[in-house]
């Protein structure tokens, strides 16, 4: 499997199925055929883009991955890559989590440890894990503290930590945001050693479910200087930055066109499958043109 590189984060919600909302209808959050829907659709969407360029069978495995409810994760597993669900041919995505527990083991109820998550994966691929998302900084006070030691435990396993960064509207608007991720970045990574692979999604707190994206260019610059620091203050070797913050399929072109903008975390766009299938056509598209 590929590193995922453009991640749906579908949070405490179920992919949209016909016109109802989602967030309205929660016995739907476990139903088979609600995600199998969300496939199908996001399959064919990929598919008919390849058929159409007379590519078939190319993306067995793919930079895409997503973030479903940990109650959906075993659906999502077994619907990804299923002939039923796109006979003919297996594109497959990485199936990952949106948290994690900083502690390996003891008296902290409702959490879940990194290698209980480790564990809990029917199949034997690439899977990922957010962590420090703004949402859980916000409401569950998570500290920078706390995201290093959730870091730490997720290279103790084969999880790919997907690390948020990111600075608020006050901070953005006082011209403070190199400083607040340089803070962020010498407190997570403190002097850390490692060879695994480590994504980070550069996410301005102002852009994630605002309809304003950042701008690309500006973003561009800043993911130059997240990569420079990460380097500066820790020795992995590459690390992939992401960036998140009201993506769409019509505005991702011009974000994945810039040199130091890996790939995309996108929330709300991605519980539309066609709307989160252009997204990656679109990132195929410019890879394709890279080459
Ligand atoms: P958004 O969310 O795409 O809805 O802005 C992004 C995120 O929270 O990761």
Redesign the pocket.
């Known amino acids: 499997m590929n590193l995922p590189l453009v991640i749906a984060?579908w949070k405490m919600n179920i992919p949209y199925f016909d016109e109802k909302d989602p967030k309205e209808d929660f016995e739907w959050a476990m139903h088979w055929k609600h995600i199998q829907h969300w496939f199908f659709k996001f399959h064919s969407t990929i598919k008919d883009y390849q058929w159409n360029r007379g590519v078939v069978d190319e993306y067995l495995c793919t930079p895409f991955g997503i973030a479903p409810p940990l109650t959906s994760v075993h659906t999502c597993e077994e619907n990804n890559g299923s002939d039923e669900v796109s006979p003919g041919s297996y594109i497959n995505v990485s199936i990952g989590f949106q948290d994690v527990s900083s502690h390996r083991s003891g008296a902290r109820t409702g959490e879940m440890s990194a290698s209980m998550l480790a564990g809990y994966l029917l199949r034997d691929d690439y899977s990922f894990c957010i962590i420090g998302?703004s949402?859980r900084r916000e409401f569950q006070k998570e500290t920078d503290e706390v995201i290093s030691e959730k870091l730490k435990r997720l290279l103790e396993t084969d999880i790919v930590p997907v690390v948020c960064i990111g600075e608020t509207l006050k901070d953005f608007e006082k011209g403070l945001t190199k400083e607040i991720l340089k803070n962020q970045i010498d407190v997570i990574f403190n002097s850390l050693e490692s060879d695994k692979n480590i994504i980070l999604a550069y996410?301005p707190v102002w852009?994630?479910?605002?309809g304003k994206p950042a701008v690309p260019t500006d973003v561009n610059e800043i993911h130059k200087f997240i990569k420079d620091t990460v380097q500066s203050c820790a020795k992995i070797t590459d690390i992939n930055v992401l960036y998140?913050?009201?993506?769409n399929a019509e505005n991702s072109k011009s974000f994945f066109e810039q040199k130091y903008i890996d790939g995309a975390?996108?929330?709300?766009?991605s519980l539309d499958p066609v709307e989160f299938g252009k997204i990656c056509i679109n990132y195929i598209h410019q890879m394709e043109t890279q080459e």
């Not at 998140?244 to 993506?247: A, D, K, M, T, W």
């Open positions: 984060n998302h949402e996410e852009a994630i479910g605002s998140g913050g009201s993506v975390l996108v929330g709300g766009a």
